[in-house]
Structure formats: C-alpha cells, structure tokens
C-alpha cells in the first residue's frame, strides 16, 4: 500500500521534506518547558541529552540505507547531518568542509536553536551549546563511525555578543581511538516498530536523482530528486519523529518514575504544541483550505498518524478514522489521542480555521474523529503558544543552490 505521500506531486514532496525537517527539531522546543516544569534546568538538559542520542544513530541509519550512502568517513557523517531533524536545513545552517575522509569541520552561520535560547541568559546558551552538544554531536557521529568527534574551535555564549558565524567546529575519525559507548536508552529504542519499519523501497528509473551516492553537496536540492525519493524521504523523516518522541518519553518516564500523571501530563502537552505548530507549518507550505474537509485532510498528513505502515488510518472526506496498529503497541503519541483527550487533534484542525472542532467516538484504539464548524473562533491553546516561542514556528526558507563540496 503507497505512503500517504504518494499523492502529491514532486514539486509539493519537495517543499513537504524539509518542511518536515523543521518541524521534527520542534519536537525538542515543545517539550522542554514542560520538563523545565516539572524537574528544573538540570534534569531537563539531561532528558535532552538523551531525547537526541537515544533516537538519532537509529534514524541516521535507516536514511542511510534508504538513500544509498552508506560509509565510515567524514562526507558520510555531513550527508546524514543534512537528513536529520536535529539539522533542518537553513534554520540550522551548517556550512560544512571536507579536508579528507578522516577530517572536516563545519560551521553554523545561523543557529535558530541558539537564537531561541539567547534570551534566557548564558547559562541556558551553555547548557545546550555544551552540557547537550558535546554528547549529542558524539551520538550522532556513531551512527557512521564509532570513533568520530566532534569538538569545538569556538561556541557560545558568543563573545562578542554578534560574533559569526554562530559557532565552528572540526570533525575528526581517528582509527586508534576508542568507540563512543551508546546510551542504554538507545538499545530500547532499537527495539521498537518504528526502528524496523520496512518502506518501500525508492523507484531507480523514475526521474530525478534517486539516492544520494553521489558527491556531498553544500545544500540539498529537494527538487532534484525524483518523486519516489521524495516519497520515501517524507516517510523517514516522519518516522525520526516518531523515534524521537519514543526517546524523550523513555527520558521522562525515566524521571517520573511511577508518577504516571506527571510522565502523561508532560508527554500529552508536549504532544498538543508540537501538533498545533506542526499543522500550521504544512497548512500554510501546502496552501491548505479552510474547510473541515481540508482540516481532516491535514491530520491525514500529520507526522502523528504517519507512515502508513505505522499508523492505520482511512479518510472520507471530514472524518478520520484510527484503527489499532504498531504505532500503539509503540506507545509515543498515538495513544495520548483518545476520545477523552482529543485536545492534539483540536491544535491540528485548529491550525486550518479556529472555527473548526473535532467529535471523537470509540475506544482508545480504535475511534472516529469528525471535523465540525463552530460559530465561535477558539483561542490558541497554552501548549501551542509555548511552542511558537522558538522562532522556527514562523520559519521561513529560501531559495538556495546547490553546490558540490570536494576534498581539499
């Protein structure tokens, strides 16, 4: 059966990926208040910290595969980096280098992250530029070479205070160092459906580029590969989302111990500002309508109820249906949308007209959602208005070109 993907055309999958990209790094941005809540600064840069590394060498790993890159050396890391939603293109803007297979660097002319955090003052610049990179960078150099650091030439807090580029760092493969050891977090996650869900596999002959083998380019150009590429590249990164989520809820339950309220408050919040935002995002990329048919037809392409394999789901025209599948047996977001708790699916057809609501009969697993128009414009929900803090809410991206990046 075809991905929910399949449908658009090439230039719509080439502005949904990157989109898609951007809107998995908000995974991070609507959950952290929620930890910073319940447990303070310190727990939650560890819950971070282990959000990213329990998640990333998984993903980067199937992108690999799927894309046909697969390798050991430095170009290989900085191809992965591209695919990642803890780099969204342009928002994260790493401009790499390549010296030899062993040796790169890259530096950050824009750093929404940073920009995001700058306001609280230095110590949470340095919790995320240091006390959660340093790891996280680490984590995700695994996933290509055990034996791959990342280490700064200059970070914030940023002296001066406008200094570019945003930060730089060099990155080395050094055959006689020992292997970064992965977090146990990281095993469970390898166990779960959404790390061994099989795809389809992409098409060679259609047009356009059909993997990534080829040389590391300074910005991909999405529009250059072919639709079935694309398709497949939609799905991986809905399924980092999903990856992620599962991480951050193993490192909050992990803190909430038998505190079932608390690890649920935080994941179905976290859950309500990461959906309302997301929706908005695709509504206003795709040029979406207004109507409870649109609405319903944007939960559809929602990263909660997708891929197809993971998530089962049919449409007819205003209402959705969910049935049970592994997506629930995973746990992560599914399940916090039940008939009791339809408040994700309210920011979502929000996001097309805040005159819209949704009626939720079944089960927990298995239930009906019915788009309606209201006659009163509901407010923005808290969740939502939390998430919109980071800048990458209203992000907008730019035209680039796509350059090949040679060894030096």
Known sequence: MPS???????????????????????????????????????QMTEIAIEEWAGASPIYTRRMQKALRF??????????GMQLDIGAPPQFMDFRYSVTDPLHGAFHLDHCGA?????????????????DIEDPTFDATAVATNPRARMRPIHRPPRTPADRHPHCAWTVEIDPA???????????????????TLVLDDIDPDQDGQADYSGPLVSDLDFAAFSHSALVRMADEVVLQNHLLNLSFQLAVRQRAGDDEATFHRVALRQLIGHAGVAAERLHRALGLGTAPEDAAYLIE??????????????RDAATITISPSLAHEDGGWLPLCTPDEPDALRAIVRAANPYLDVEVTG?????????????TAAPESGEVAVTKFSKGAAFAFEPRRSLPLFVR
Not at 24 to 31: F, P, S, V
Not at 177 to 195: K, T, Y
Not at 309 to 314: D, I, K, Q, R, S
């Open 70 to 79: 697969e390798g050991d050396d430095v170009p290989t890391i900085f191809k």
């Open 177 to 195: 160092s020992p292997g970064v050891e992965p977090i146990p977090a990281l095993a469970v996650n390898q166990r779960s459906h959404a790390a």
């Open 4 to 42: 929910r993907y399949h449908h658009l055309s090439r230039e719509q999958l080439a502005v949904l990926v990157p989109e898609m990209l951007l809107i998995g790094h908000l995974i991070d941005r609507a959950g952290m208040p929620f930890c910073l809540e319940a447990w303070g600064e310190e």
């Open 363 to 375: 089960t927990p697993d298995t239930w009906t959602a019915r788009v309606v128009e209201t006659d």
């Open 301 to 314: 392409l929602h990263p909660l109820v997708n891929p197809r394999p993971y998530v089962e789901l049919t």
């Open 114 to 130: 940073l920009l995001d955090v700058e306001p609280m003052g230095p110590g949470m610049v340095k919790n995320m530029c240091h």
